[in-house]
């Protein structure tokens, strides 16, 4: 309990996470799972308001769309349900769309000095990299383009 509860004072764990320091410091499977139970009581250790502080995060920080959020969260041990209640709460359409154009204008330094069909294949890349879906990278790219006075006429932006 000591050591899960100190490797918590850094920062919020995913319960995967805590299991997974505790089997390291090699601490039996039973005690894990007692710890494990009291630290929820306690709520120190819950999937769900760590997902929540996870999501809040990684849209301010490194922006990513709701189907690669969703699988990161996955990833991390956090069970589909739990990831896709987090997210529903969070992350609507129009937090995506938003989140979309900040990383275009946070990266406006990157496209300036291509030429417009360049700078438009690569900004496409990035917010794809990053997980959104093809409706809101259009929509953010639109919306860049008549802040940036790029052509949107083009068919490419289509």
Avoid at 67 to 95: C, F, H, I, T
């Amino acid at each position: 309990m000591e050591l899960a509860i100190r490797y918590l004072a850094r920062r919020r764990r995913f319960e995967r996470e805590v299991r997974a320091h505790l089997r390291k410091r090699q601490v039996a499977s039973r005690d894990i799972d007692e710890a494990i139970l009291r630290l929820q009581e306690l709520e120190l250790v819950s999937d769900a308001d760590t997902a929540r502080a996870w999501i809040r995060d990684r849209m301010n920080f490194s922006p990513r769309g709701r189907a690669l959020l969703r699988r990161e969260l996955l990833a991390k041990g956090v069970a589909a349900p739990l990831a896709d209640e987090a997210l529903d709460e969070l992350v609507g359409e129009e937090d995506e769309s938003r989140a979309a154009l900040e990383l275009l204008r946070r990266s406006r330094a990157k496209w300036s000095g291509l030429a417009e069909a360049v700078a438009r294949r690569r900004m496409w890349s990035a917010l794809a990299r990053r997980g959104f879906p093809s409706a809101v990278c259009r929509a953010a790219l639109m919306e860049f383009a008549e802040e940036t006075g790029i052509d949107a006429n083009d068919e490419a932006w289509n």
